[in-house]
């Protein structure tokens, strides 16, 4: 599943190096975290995998974008509801970054 980081007031600008320095202040809550340069790269578990990365949208504003994969959906769920706990708590949101790749 990927997610899009977002500030909860629109009306605030996304510092994506905040944003990514604020993820992975989270992440190592969690698990051990790996930079590989603007990427970030944890395994809080033995079946889910986390990759933090950014990216640009078609108006070349860029996006922090979080990846999360697991086969084991319980895993999933917890990790998901940490990380959305986490970061709300600090003025950001998730949100899925594309709906149709859910369930493939």
């Known amino acids: 599943m990927e997610y899009t980081i ?3 007031d629109p009306s605030n600008v ?5 944003a990514l320095e604020l993820i992975e ?3 190592k809550e969690i698990c051990n975290v790996v930079k590989a ?6 395994a809080p578990s033995a079946d889910v995998l986390v ?7 078609e108006g070349r504003q860029l996006n922090v974008r979080l ?8 895993s999933l769920v917890n990790i998901l509801s940490q990380l959305a ?3 709300r708590e600090q003025g ?11 369930f493939r």
């Open 51 to 57: 990759l933090v990365f950014t990216s640009f949208n």
């Open 85 to 87: 706990t986490r970061l």
């Open 6 to 8: 977002l500030p909860s």
């Open 37 to 42: 340069g603007a990427s970030l790269l944890c």
């Open 14 to 18: 996304l510092r994506s190096t905040y």
């Open 92 to 102: 950001y949101v998730m949100t899925l970054a594309t709906s149709s790749s859910i």
């Open 67 to 74: 990846k999360v994969q697991s086969h084991n959906s319980q």
């Open 25 to 27: 202040k989270e992440l």
